[in-house]
């Protein structure tokens, strides 16, 4: 008999779990149509399935614990029974009750006169209750970890402060941010390019200048076999997308190669804005600045504002 019920119980509780897993694939397959290029998507879908199956067998853990617990109880009864006693199946404390009553060391109502103290403040006792284990065990944790973190932080240097912790982000940061920069670089072309004056720019466009351009066009920009830099004449376009393009392509037919192969998109872009920097300045050292070649260059800022007509004085 004992048996036959636990054997009906366990069918109901089976069905119960079984059907709870069938409502949960639904959702596992609709998670799972996603593209398997998305690792983050993966991740949780897999993260929900390893789920799934952790609170299933959750449940038929508890199950099973309820069964021999029931198991327990019968043969309880049988050995009360077979003493002649009675047996009173909800005295038995459950397994959650003798683990409650361990972590707090509570004692029962009735028996609180064995904890009472002789203090009596108008009718009303006190009792001498101990403090949880629980909480003894947490404060007990708190001390060694404070240890741990001394010895960790402060003696051996094992991990780092939160200023110095503070510092690894932002080097880590700056790498992260010079590697996109340096990736961004190389998407530069002649449509996208512009113009900038940093120092790290100029430095690198000079280097590149001084161990390149120096024999054709002079330390100065004032032009040898190849024009002048330092006037405001171009005979490709003194634009930073024309000089850009002039670099990258080169002038084959006057003996400019092309630097594409040579230079990456970031370098050409820092050595076009170091041959702008030219543009007004005056040669100091031989040869002297060639004559001025192609045609004028003004800057689309500059040709607005001198197009712009001028304001009429207000009638008074």
């Not at 920069?181 to 530069?188: Q, V």
């Not at 630097?259 to 005056?282: A, E, H, N």
Request: proline letters at 6%.
């Amino acid at each position: 008999m004992l048996f036959s019920n636990i054997k009906a119980k366990w069918k109901r509780r089976a069905l119960v779990s079984f059907l709870t897993f069938l409502l949960a694939i639904p959702t596992f397959a609709q998670s799972s149509e996603v593209p398997s290029s998305n690792l983050e998507t993966m991740l949780i879908v897999v993260l929900s399935f390893v789920l799934i199956v952790a609170i299933l067998i959750l449940i038929i853990g508890l199950y099973l614990v309820s069964i021999i617990r029931m198991i327990l109880l019968e043969d309880k009864k049988q050995k009360a029974l077979a003493a002649g006693e009675e047996f009173d199946p909800s005295k038995e404390k459950s397994l959650w009750s003798k683990m409650m009553n361990k972590a707090t060391d509570a004692v029962p109502v009735e028996e609180e006169e064995s904890v009472m103290l002789d203090h009596d403040y108008d009718g009303i006792h006190e009792l001498d209750n101990h403090l949880p284990p629980w909480w003894k065990w947490l404060f007990y944790v708190t001390i060694i970890w404070s240890i741990i973190y001394l010895l960790a932080y402060h003696v051996f240097d094992a991990l780092p402060l939160m200023e110095e912790e503070y510092t690894i982000v932002m080097e880590d940061a700056r790498i992260a941010h010079e590697a996109r920069m340096a990736l961004a670089g190389n998407n530069i072309d002649e449509n996208n390019v512009e113009f900038s004056d940093s120092p790290e720019v100029m430095a690198n466009g000079k280097a590149i200048y001084d161990r390149e351009c120096v024999a054709c066009h002079a330390p100065e920009g004032q032009g040898l076999i190849g024009p002048n830099f330092t006037d405001n004449y171009w005979v490709h376009g003194g634009s930073i997308n024309d000089i850009f393009r002039t670099v990258k392509y080169g002038v084959p037919q006057k003996g400019m190669i092309s630097w594409q192969s040579k230079l990456t998109p970031s370098d050409m872009r820092d050595v076009s804005c170091y041959i702008m920097s030219f543009v007004g300045t005056t040669p100091q050292n031989p040869p002297p600045p060639k004559a001025a070649e192609g045609e004028e260059y003004i800057p689309e800022d500059q040709n607005q504002t001198s197009e712009e007509p001028a304001e009429q004085p207000a009638e008074i």
